[in-house]
């Protein structure tokens, strides 16, 4: 069953830009993983909540997604990309959730 990450975050609109360009830097990495399967990025245009910019990571399955958890940060950390400090500079809030897909 294919593993979806799903990162919610407030962004203040003076971070916005920077913020997107570290998850594109994240996402080039994340793609090149084994077991990546697609990934969005979501930029709300209206609605109600503070969460302003969702990102969107499937993985093949549970083994890939596990797999790509311990890879993932010594491959940013190469890069020199740190995003939990990134996002406490820039002012941003995440929520993460890790869920199942399957067709309906």
Not at 33 to 57: I, L, Q, S
């Amino acid at each position: 069953m294919e593993i979806v990450l799903i990162d919610s975050f407030v962004v203040p609109d003076a971070s916005r830009p920077a913020l997107l360009e570290t998850s594109r830097a994240v996402q080039n990495v994340l793609k090149t993983m084994p077991g990546f399967v697609e990934g969005f990025v979501y930029e709300k245009r209206a609605g109600d909540g503070g969460h302003n910019v969702v990102t969107t990571t499937v993985w093949k399955d549970e083994d890939a997604f596990e797999n790509a958890k311990r890879a993932v940060p010594a491959r940013l950390q190469g890069l020199g990309i740190n995003p939990a400090e990134k996002m406490k500079a820039l002012g941003v809030q995440i929520e993460r959730g890790v869920f199942t897909r399957s067709a309906y």
